[in-house]
């Protein structure tokens, strides 16, 4: 699709849970704010990632040569046929505050980690080897078991071209996916969710939870969704006049249908109110439908990921899910605080996927981990780690290819104290786009990108 025709699209719609002062109706429906940098066209001439082969190793692989070769698939000739990429769906979890991939995802098998971070290494036999130099952290066992399964990869060192280590700055060229010059106004999966929209589609096509839009999100092209539940995603009226919430949902209808101003948003609601009134009616029923195959964390993130699940399960129709996990700005005593995330991030994705797979829809869903950026390779004063530049980022599903993609840290050569990163994220990007999504990378990047052997 052509810029010029995306551009022509409807403008932003947020749809969230709100109070209605007048008549006790809970539904926000209103154009985001603009992003604090000035609003500016997306270069389109951004410099492609390098397009040499990068070293995979796949699970279970524990040969110590970063350079061998893909290995082909062993997924099994009687496998179910793929999932069309218009019925497919990506959940993207972002990891906020900068998250420690170096005690993540650990290079236990090189001295200068050790020596680097005498205080909060991990040790050696407390690591989860991969092979005989990288391993995980000791709480992400239900990673592990994921790996093994050959259901996980980890893309090692992964960041852009003179990295940022403010966290603003660098979740900023994240979510817009424009390192060089001002963000763009218009998220990267904004800008897919544009590309694929259609008046009268599911207005939960693109779902964040929580009570604001991020960045990678935003669009005037296209509805979006905040959702804090989705069992509490519904008009409410006072419970004194149950009578009166068809009548209100009526007005409400009427007075969206022909706003008195016009303007992108306005037009976009009034165009779609009854498929957002019907999608509300469907989100309200989900949980008469959805009975859990796993047993779930007690935890805000698993809590999250369920409702995901239960909205997949329940054919919402939605592409893009979109979850946060803060904590990882690590500054003082890592190791406890990260340790807990680690449980956190990995018990809860394992359930998920588990969750999916009993509900038959796993080969339907594909999750991806990013942080705005990586730590310092030597650790502080405080037993913590400052802002850093590369890290790794995570790629989870039925359909992914298992392993080790890119090169392992080299704690020799390093930028300024931080890893040098290998693979663009926009590379990461391009495949999810193209390879899961079916869409065109260069439509919604600006520009070609090297893809990666992440899908199967």
Same mark, same amino acid.
């Given at each position: 699709?052509?810029?010029?025709?995306?551009?022509? /699209?409807?403008? +932003?719609?947020?749809?969230?849970?709100?109070?209605?002062?007048?008549?006790?109706?809970?539904?926000? @429906?209103?154009?985001?704010?603009?992003?604090?940098?000035?609003?500016?066209?997306?270069?389109?001439?951004?410099?492609?990632?390098?397009?040499?082969?990068?070293? #995979?190793?796949?699970?279970?692989?524990?040969?110590?040569?970063?350079?061998?070769?893909?290995?082909?698939?062993?997924?099994?000739?009687? $496998?179910?046929?793929?999932?069309?990429?218009?019925?497919?769906?990506?959940?993207?979890?972002?990891?906020?505050?900068?998250?420690?991939?170096?005690?993540? =995802?650990?290079?236990?098998?090189?001295?200068?980690?050790?020596?680097?971070?005498?205080?909060?290494? &991990?040790?050696?036999?407390?690591?989860?080897?991969?092979?005989?130099? &990288?391993?995980?952290?000791?709480?992400?066992?239900?990673?592990?078991?994921?790996?093994?399964?050959?259901?996980?990869? *980890? =893309?090692?060192?992964?960041?852009?071209?003179?990295?940022?280590?403010?966290?603003?700055?660098?979740?900023?060229?994240?979510?817009?996916?424009?390192?060089?010059?001002?963000?763009?106004?218009?998220?990267? !999966?904004?800008?897919?969710?544009?590309? *694929?929209?259609?008046?009268?589609?599911?207005? +939960?096509? @693109? #779902?964040?939870?929580?009570?604001?839009?991020?960045?990678?999100?935003?669009?005037?092209?296209?509805?979006?969704?905040?959702?804090?539940?989705?069992?509490?995603?519904?008009?409410? #009226?006072?419970? /004194?006049?149950?009578?009166?919430?068809?009548?209100? !949902?009526?007005?409400?209808?009427?007075?969206?249908?022909?706003?008195?101003?016009?303007?992108? $948003?306005?037009?976009?609601?009034?165009?779609?109110?009854?498929?957002?009134? /019907?999608?509300?009616?469907?989100?309200?029923?989900?949980?008469?439908?959805?009975?859990?195959?796993?047993?779930?964390?007690?935890?805000?993130?698993?809590?999250?990921?369920?409702? *995901?699940?239960?909205?997949?399960?329940?054919?919402?129709?939605?592409?893009?899910?979109?979850?946060?996990?803060?904590?990882?700005?690590?500054?003082?005593?890592?190791?406890?605080?990260?340790?807990?995330?680690?449980?956190?991030?990995?018990?809860?994705?394992?359930?998920?996927?588990?969750?999916?797979?009993?509900?038959? /829809?796993?080969?339907?869903?594909?999750?991806?981990?990013?942080?705005?950026?990586?730590?310092?390779?030597?650790?502080?004063?405080?037993?913590?780690?400052?802002?850093?530049?590369?890290?790794?980022?995570?790629?989870?599903?039925?359909?992914?290819?298992?392993?080790?993609?890119?090169?392992?840290?080299?704690?020799?050569?390093?930028?300024?104290?931080?890893?040098? +990163?290998?693979?663009?994220?926009?590379?990461?990007?391009?495949?999810? *786009?193209?390879?899961?999504?079916?869409?065109?990378?260069?439509?919604?990047?600006?520009?070609? +990108?090297?893809?990666?052997?992440?899908?199967?």
């Amino acid at each position: 699709m052509s810029a010029a025709s995306s551009n022509s /699209r409807r403008a +932003f719609l947020r749809l969230g849970a709100a109070a209605g002062a007048a008549a006790g109706l809970a539904a926000a @429906c209103a154009a985001p704010a603009a992003p604090p940098s000035p609003s500016a066209t997306a270069p389109t001439d951004a410099p492609p990632a390098p397009t040499e082969a990068t070293s #995979v190793r796949l699970s279970g692989d524990t040969s110590p040569s970063a350079a061998d070769p893909p290995v082909p698939s062993t997924a099994s000739t009687a $496998a179910p046929a793929p999932v069309p990429p218009d019925k497919r769906t990506l959940v993207v979890v972002q990891l906020s505050g900068g998250h420690d991939g170096l005690n993540a =995802v650990v290079p236990y098998g090189d001295g200068l980690y050790y020596q680097l971070r005498p205080q909060i290494g &991990i040790a050696a036999d407390q690591v989860l080897h991969l092979d005989d130099r &990288i391993g995980l952290h000791p709480n992400l066992k239900s990673f592990k078991t994921l790996y093994d399964a050959g259901k996980l990869a *980890i =893309v090692q060192g992964v960041g852009y071209p003179n990295p940022n280590r403010s966290h603003f700055r660098s979740m900023e060229i994240w979510h817009s996916a424009r390192p060089d010059g001002p963000a763009s106004t218009q998220g990267w !999966l904004g800008a897919f969710v544009a590309e *694929i929209y259609k008046s009268g589609d599911s207005p +939960f096509q @693109c #779902v964040n939870f929580g009570t604001t839009i991020p960045q990678a999100l935003q669009t005037s092209h296209a509805p979006v969704a905040a959702l804090q539940d989705a069992g509490s995603f519904q008009f409410l #009226v006072d419970r /004194r006049l149950p009578n009166m919430k068809d009548p209100l !949902l009526k007005t409400f209808g009427q007075m969206y249908g022909k706003p008195a101003r016009k303007t992108p $948003a306005l037009d976009l609601v009034a165009n779609d109110w009854d498929t957002t009134a /019907r999608g509300v009616q469907t989100l309200s029923g989900l949980t008469e439908k959805y009975q859990p195959t796993a047993q779930y964390p007690n935890t805000p993130l698993a809590h999250t990921l369920q409702q *995901i699940a239960q909205m997949v399960a329940s054919d919402v129709g939605t592409r893009v899910f979109y979850v946060q996990l803060g904590g990882f700005d690590t500054h003082a005593n890592e190791k406890p605080a990260h340790a807990g995330l680690m449980t956190q991030l990995a018990d809860s994705l394992q359930a998920f996927q588990t969750d999916l797979e009993g509900h038959g /829809r796993a080969d339907q869903v594909l999750t991806m981990g990013f942080s705005e950026f990586g730590r310092r390779v030597k650790e502080n004063g405080s037993q913590g780690t400052d802002h850093g530049a590369a890290g790794p980022m995570f790629v989870l599903g039925s359909r992914v290819k298992g392993g080790l993609v890119g090169d392992d840290p080299d704690l020799q050569h390093l930028d300024d104290g931080d890893l040098r +990163f290998g693979i663009d994220f926009r590379s990461v990007y391009a495949t999810v *786009i193209e390879d899961w999504l079916g869409a065109s990378a260069p439509d919604v990047l600006g520009a070609t +990108f090297a893809k990666l052997p992440l899908i199967a």
